[in-house]
């Protein structure tokens, strides 16, 4: 058979998969253990795309095979994209793993599939008949939406989890979004395919719009997008979890009281956060501590990173100053500077990350009501 249209976009597929696993394993440390999961699906459509890219190519009893064996990882979708999730979240071991239970579904597949190997295309339909068959496809697509159905709701309780910690902080709401946004594809591509399963099943309309076929290329297309704003997303902050035995603090309650009272003179008194050089070797220094103990206090009882910390007392100053109508003074930019930020792209990212809003819109909504 000729090259077709349809060959081209599958091949396209192909090459954006293995693409985005190779440039997947160059980004951050922070995200390798949850990026080796979603290299793991990505590789899957892969795998799904180069079998539907021959299917019109191979021997029937070759097909139905590679046609049963691809359709087995329909349910690892739901489970690797929970833990994925889980990945990106937490950091305890526990929360990286899932128990067997979630993959009993693909296990039973695959056994399925091993059965299937003791026979011929025709002794298979024969043993089945036409009722068994029926039973078998459809069981198989009503188990794959369930499927969906069950991970869309865990990860919108993780979604839950981050946005009621005590231990959020600002970059958590981004992270939360992130899930909320891929969950509600995942949702909406299980709701197509239910539909699709009535039209097929029930009304036994095989000309559908919404096929099996349309989905899975539709879950393949979706995760080559997850794998995309993986590869391009900023850092995303991970949520601690709670330890189950507690550890010795670094410092003692007399030395964590001194830093922060030295702390809250540099900040309100002396405004250090205004220096567009302060580090947190600079700022311990100040502090008469170790950069060490500074990032353990912010960390351990603000529950902040360093720039966490020093840039919203830079957003609070940028706002006081525009309270007092200095943006009609000068520019944006030079009132951010004054403020201790040293580039626009992070006085913009941090306005967006702490207000919700850009800049010139919170001053247009603030200023015209």
């Known amino acids: ?32 253990a949850a990026n080796k999961i979603l290299m793991i699906l990505i590789g899957i459509s892969v795998i799904v795309f180069v079998r539907e890219m ?47 239970k979630h993959y009993i579904p693909s296990i ?13 295309f025709e002794e298979y339909r024969a043993i089945l008949g036409p009722v068994g068959m029926f039973t078998i496809y459809i069981t198989m697509e009503l188990t794959g939406v369930l499927s969906f159905a069950i991970y869309a709701y865990l990860s919108f309780k993780i979604v839950r989890q981050i946005r009621n910690s005590e231990h959020a902080t600002e970059y958590t709401q981004k992270i939360a979004r992130y899930i909320q946004y891929v969950t509600v594809g995942i949702s909406f ?74 702390l809250q003179i540099l900040i309100e008194e002396e405004h250090i956060y205004t220096r567009a050089d302060l580090s947190l070797k600079i700022l311990a220094k100040e502090l008469h501590t170790s950069a ?39 520019t944006l930019l030079a009132i951010a500077m004054d403020a201790g930020f040293n580039s626009k ?5 941090t306005f967006k990350l702490l207000m919700n809003d850009t800049p010139s819109s919170y001053i247009e909504k603030k200023f015209s009501s």
Not at 113 to 119: A, E, G, I, R, V
Not at 198 to 209: E, G, P, S, T
Not at 293 to 322: D, G, M, P
Not at 345 to 349: D, I
Request: hydrophobic share 45%; proline share 2%; glycine share 4%.
């Open 1 to 32: 058979m000729s090259f077709t249209f349809i060959d081209l976009i599958l091949f396209t597929g192909i090459i954006q998969g293995i693409f985005l696993m190779i440039s997947l394993q160059f980004i951050s440390k922070k995200h390798k």
């Open 54 to 100: 021959l299917s019109y190519r191979l021997d029937r009893n070759i097909f139905w095979r590679t046609a049963i064996l691809t359709e087995s990882t329909m349910y690892i979708f739901g489970p690797f994209l929970y833990l994925y999730f889980k990945r990106l979240v937490f950091k305890n071991a526990s929360e990286q793993t899932l128990k067997l």
């Open 108 to 120: 039973l597949m695959l056994l399925y599939f091993l059965w299937t190997l003791s026979f011929t």
């Open 189 to 262: 591509i299980a709701i197509c395919w239910g539909i699709g399963v009535f039209n097929r099943y029930i009304l036994k309309n095989y000309d559908a719009v919404i096929s099996y076929k349309l989905i899975w290329f539709c879950i393949a297309v979706f995760l080559f997008i997850v794998g995309y704003f993986s590869f391009t997303q900023p850092e995303i902050i991970r949520l601690p979890v709670p330890k189950k035995t507690p550890q010795k603090d670094r410092l003692t309650k007399k030395e964590i009281s001194e830093i922060q009272q030295k």
């Open 292 to 330: 060490n103990n500074l990032s353990w206090l912010l960390n351990s009882v603000y529950e902040k990173t360093f720039y966490e910390y020093i840039n919203e007392f830079r957003i609070q100053a940028f706002l006081k100053k525009i309270e007092a109508g200095e943006h009609k003074k000068q």
């Open 345 to 349: 792209s992070t006085f913009n990212k």
